[in-house]
């Protein structure tokens, strides 16, 4: 199967930086898209930036020209750059993948996630 491993939260000062990163492994034949999203306390999980392998982004407009995401496509790991922290940032921050895997002799459609990383902005 494939998992993804995620780390680089934590507690930051408002206004302050952190990078979150996400590797996938496992049986992992291609990865179309990685994503992180995110969900606050008592609210929907939303999707933050994604990233393709051809390295076309989308970001949350709450997140434009603060928060930068890149991939590593040899590694299938993807990043988030995080400045500029806002308090209404803080969230548990989720790494997505969707693509293609190796099921026995068969490939077999891929949507994984992690198991989540807390983000605390606060001072």
């Known amino acids: 199967q494939v998992q993804l491993v995620e780390s680089g939260g934590g507690l930051v000062q408002p206004g302050g930086s952190l990078r979150l990163s996400c590797a996938a492994s496992g049986s992992i034949f291609s990865i179309y898209a990685m994503g992180w999203y995110r969900q606050a306390p008592g609210k929907q999980r939303e999707l933050v930036a994604a990233?393709?392998?051809?390295?076309?982004?989308n970001y949350a407009d709450s997140v434009k020209g603060r928060f930068t995401i890149s991939r590593d496509n040899a590694k299938n790991t993807v990043y988030l750059q995080m400045n500029s922290l806002k308090p209404e940032d803080t969230a548990v921050y989720y790494c997505n993948a969707e693509g293609e895997y190796y099921s026995g002799s068969r490939l077999s459609h891929l949507e994984v996630w992690g198991q989540g990383t807390l983000v605390t902005v606060s001072s």
């Open positions: 990233i393709t392998s051809g390295g076309s982004t």
